[in-house]
């Protein structure tokens, strides 16, 4: 199984919504986990537009990568600008990529278009972060 691990600055939106994807939608191909190199507490929105997938992530929680220290992963994927930045070394083959997002937690305006913008990092989260793992996939 392939071992993936999802890094950004707080551990609250992008890293936390592409954990709740992949276990979900290659459940028994690949496990996911997700840390925070600054972790805060998991962002209400990102539960929110999860849910509307049917995939509960209101049971995940920020943790830090010191955390999983130890822990051995095929790959480590950072999905913003700081963690690529600020991003541990890892031990062994593991590999290491950027695929960026933009953060929703940043969005301004009304309630609709805040949550319009969660929508569509996580669309886009799904749409380029299920075929870059599928492709890895033997």
């Not at 939106?13 to 690949?30: F, K, P, T, W, Y």
């Not at 969005?107 to 929508?119: N, R, S, W």
């Amino acid at each position: 199984m392939l071992k993936v691990l999802f890094l950004c600055t707080e551990n609250a939106c992008r890293s936390q919504m592409a954990e709740g994807l992949v276990n979900h939608d290659l459940a028994g191909q690949v496990q996911a986990w997700s840390a925070g190199v600054r972790p805060s507490r998991v962002n209400p929105r990102a539960v929110q537009v999860m849910a509307e997938l049917g995939i509960d992530i209101s049971h995940q929680r920020a943790k830090s990568v010191d955390d999983l220290a130890g822990a051995e992963f095929d790959l480590v994927i950072t999905v913003c600008d700081q963690a690529r930045e600020q991003c541990p070394l890892f031990p062994g083959d593991t590999e290491v990529r950027h695929v960026g997002f933009p953060d929703p937690a940043r969005a301004t305006g009304t309630e609709a278009e805040i949550m319009a913008a969660f929508q569509e990092v996580r669309d886009k989260m799904r749409q380029q972060l299920i075929s870059l793992l599928r492709e890895k996939l033997p």
